[in-house]
């Protein structure tokens, strides 16, 4: 890569973030800066999402829409020249861009030194909707993430966000270096709208620390900064926030200074984020609603003044009303609604406890911000001018807490989702919060007091965002299982499955999937860039799937397909898992060095075919068993049995399909092909998980009964004597003196537990040494 490549992967990320909205600023005075920035920010953002996505859903090329955006900004600049070429201007934004590239270049160099200048997921997925249109000239066909994922292609409706990152990655010499870079510099911005709506809390007061505290409390907030610390990290919702906080800020302004721009800015951020992401648009319309109800009750007769007299901006956000109306209807983006907001929450095992938040999100920065909001609603009760601003701001704050207990009031969204949003409300609190103190002793002190109170403030801001920094930084590692970051041993791999096919023993060969092991090892997930449909292991997390199957058909056949992929891991070892590669296409599958590996290497039907960092690539190699004819494969096979190929580390693990909780267990054994472990205790307790993965199919009305009667399969090393089976209602069954034994168990002898568990105990009255091998549980009558 040459210089001008070098210079080109940096600068190309922050095209979207300036232009064309540079050319159509014209600053006065250093009092509007923060605006000012706000405003090149989101006309920029706003005018290329709208505009890449409409040029995209008509076939025009990304690059030809970029073109006719730099001419038309340059010809209106020209309009204006004499203005845009002042020295002041110069000035201004000399201003803007010395801090901004100053926290770039802070936070880009971890990017390159930890990261290698690679990105984190799940910014993966925007890549590959991203190239795809670069590919056809044309909007993602969303319809393909059932094939492409396993996914609903509702979840992945955010064109704008998709076309604006097509941009990125068009441009760039290395794509994955700029859409991470692109990541970083969305932060700062969001950060930087912190300052502004932090200087309109402080109504026209000069001072100039606040608005910097509330940019320094976002950028080292700790759980703000894993957007930095890791970039691409949750992308859509980084620039969800960039659009909600900057309409919010513009909403604000505009009731106080009627300055007509800020009305079209805020009609075409909202479009904007329409189009970029679902979650925080929900977030706006929810926030957004209860602010204006409050205006127009007490403004009621202005606004229509106001409407009258600016008629085609009115009519402007009115065709935009029902345009995205007409866009949302197309995409059944209400076809939602009904789990969205229902009496039946499935998301109220996820509510955090409200005592829990301070911990959650930071103590010094949680108590700084809510001081800080409390002390400015109490200052605003002479109701004064300065009144109005603090009214919108605390409402919209008040609003994104309520919805972080969403599920406990019928509202049906991830619950500390909405929490994490009040990280730029909570530092503007903060900078508020700190930066009146700060007033109070400059006004109030005098001496050495002073000067030792201001230090002493200074040093506690500094200790505590050292902190969070230190903190979020000394546990960021390439190894830990949940980070997702990309790295180069990956790149060859990816290439690697690029290029050379795959290829199942039956002979299909087009279209095969990898499934990967996104439970052990998040940053598997990079292999979808391999361009072959991707699959992935999510273990316990499939709980929300699990409870959003009843929503559509598609979705619990997604649900269904994914009760296979979790099969696939927990029987590793049996060649009859090659049933579920050939029943769902997939061409290889991933295990991850001391976890899903151990079962995979001692398959006799699957091979390593490559390897990268602690990921091993294996395919199968023998025809799939004929379940057909096998009793026990059929049942095994079943998506409604739960099950577990005993002899790995993850036995013991209750958040998997089923666990072996007993005392007296070796560690995993291996002979031949068949991995098993010994046990001496007399009784040896087995948990079925299924709260997590098939109470719908078991329990559909949450009886804490199964519908059906039960099944359980044990494979010993051996058969054994003297053996039974005790069911939760303390019912003794004898297990048949059998290598592969089966116990019917009638609905009445088992129940589920609070917990969601089932737990079956073998009995061992006399302390044989037991080999087991495999453990499985099933609705006998359930296909």
């Not at 406990?408 to 909570?426: E, Q, S, T």
């Not at 061409?587 to 091979?607: E, K, P, R, Y």
């Not at 991995?675 to 079925?688: C, D, H, K, M, N």
Request: charged fraction near 15%; include cysteine.
């Amino acid at each position: 890569m040459n210089f001008f490549e070098a210079i080109l992967v940096v600068v190309v990320p922050l095209i979207p973030i300036v232009l064309p909205g540079a050319f159509f600023i014209r600053v006065h005075d250093f009092k509007n800066l923060l605006i000012t920035g706000v405003r090149i920010i989101l006309w920029s953002m706003g005018i290329i999402t709208i505009a890449l996505a409409a040029g995209l859903y008509v076939g025009i090329p990304m690059q030809a829409v970029a073109l006719i955006l730099l001419i038309a900004s340059i010809a209106h600049a020209s309009l204006y020249k004499k203005q845009f070429f002042a020295r002041v201007t110069l000035w201004h934004a000399m201003a803007m861009i010395v801090p901004m590239t100053l926290g770039l270049a802070i936070f880009a160099t971890p990017f390159f030194m930890i990261h290698d200048g690679l990105p984190t997921g799940d910014v993966q997925k925007t890549i590959i909707w991203a190239g795809d249109s670069l590919i056809t000239n044309r909007l993602p066909s969303y319809d393909r993430a059932v094939s492409l994922l396993n996914r609903d292609p509702v979840d992945f409706y955010t064109p704008g966000l998709h076309a604006v990152s097509s941009l990125v990655l068009g441009l760039s010499p290395a794509p994955l270096t700029s859409i991470g870079i692109f990541a970083i510099a969305i932060a700062l911005c969001v950060a930087w709208i912190a300052g502004a709506l932090t200087k309109e809390m402080f109504d026209n007061h000069p001072h100039v620390v606040p608005p910097v505290l509330a940019g320094i409390f976002t950028l080292t907030q700790y759980r703000f900064l894993r957007y930095l610390r890791e970039p691409g990290y949750h992308l859509q919702n980084l620039v969800g926030e960039l659009f909600l906080f900057g309409m919010l800020l513009l909403f604000i302004r505009f009731i106080r200074r009627r300055e007509p721009q800020d009305a079209v800015l805020f009609v075409v951020s909202g479009a904007a984020l329409f189009l970029t992401h679902q979650f925080s648009m929900f977030i706006a319309v929810f926030m957004l609603a209860a602010v204006m109800i409050a205006v127009l009750l007490e403004y009621r007769s202005r606004i229509m003044s106001a409407m009258k007299l600016h008629a085609r901006i009115s009519l402007l956000a009115i065709v935009l009303l029902v345009i995205a109306l007409a866009i949302a209807s197309s995409l059944q983006l209400g076809s939602k609604l009904p789990a969205l907001f229902t009496a039946t929450p499935h998301l109220t095992g996820l509510l955090p406890n409200i005592a829990d938040y301070p911990t959650t999100m930071g103590e010094v920065w949680f108590f700084a911000g809510l001081a800080g909001i409390i002390l400015m609603v109490w200052q605003a009760r002479r109701r004064d001018e300065h009144h109005r601003q603090v009214v919108i701001f605390a409402s919209a704050t008040a609003i994104i807490l309520m919805l972080s207990q969403g599920p406990a009031i019928g509202i049906d969204i991830p619950p500390v989702r909405a929490l994490f949003y009040l990280v730029v409300p909570f530092s503007v609190g903060a900078a508020y919060f700190f930066g009146r103190l700060l007033l109070y002793i400059r006004h109030s002190m005098h001496g050495k007091n002073k000067a030792i109170s201001e230090v002493a403030l200074v040093l506690v801001i500094l200790a505590a965002c050292s902190s969070t920094t230190y903190r979020a930084y000394a546990s960021l590692s390439h190894t830990v299982r949940t980070n997702s970051t990309l790295t180069g041993e990956q790149l060859g791999l990816i290439e690697q499955l690029g290029s050379h096919p795959l290829q199942l023993p039956l002979g299909q060969g087009e279209g095969l999937a990898i499934l990967i092991d996104d439970y052990n090892r998040r940053s598997a997930s990079w292999l979808v860039l391999s361009g072959r449909p991707m699959f992935t292991r999510i273990a316990a997390d499939l709980h929300q799937q699990m409870e959003e199957a009843h929503q559509s058909k598609l979705r619990m056949d997604l649900y269904l397909k994914q009760l296979d992929f979790e099969k696939i891991f927990s029987l590793g070892s049996m060649p009859e898992i090659n049933h579920l590669f050939v029943k769902h296409n997939i061409g290889a599958v991933t295990g991850i060095t001391n976890s899903s590996q151990t079962a995979f290497m001692h398959n006799v039907s699957l091979t390593p075919v490559a390897v990268a960092d602690d990921i091993t690539l294996y395919a199968p190699t023998s025809p799939s068993s004929n379940c057909a004819v096998s009793p026990e494969c059929a049942f095994l096979m079943r998506p409604a049995t739960l099950a577990n190929d005993i002899g790995d580390m993850q036995d013991t693990f209750e958040h998997l399909q089923a666990s072996m909780r007993s005392a007296r267990v070796s560690e995993p054994k291996v002979v031949s092909t068949t991995t098993y472990r010994e046990v001496t205790a007399s009784s040896i307790p087995l948990q079925f998980n299924v709260g997590d993965y098939t109470r719908v199919l078991w329990d559909p009305n949450n009886t804490h009964h199964p519908e059906a009667s039960l099944t359980f399969m044990v494979f010993f090393t051996q058969p054994y004597n003297e053996l039974s089976l005790k069911t939760p209602s303390g019912s003794v069954v004898p297990i048949p003196a059998l290598k592969h034994a089966t116990v019917e168990l009638r609905q009445d002898m088992v129940q589920i537990d609070d917990r969601g568990f089932i737990t079956l105990t073998i009995v061992n009255p006399t302390h044989q040494r037991i080999g087991i091998d495999m453990v499985a549980l099933g609705p006998s009558l359930i296909p």
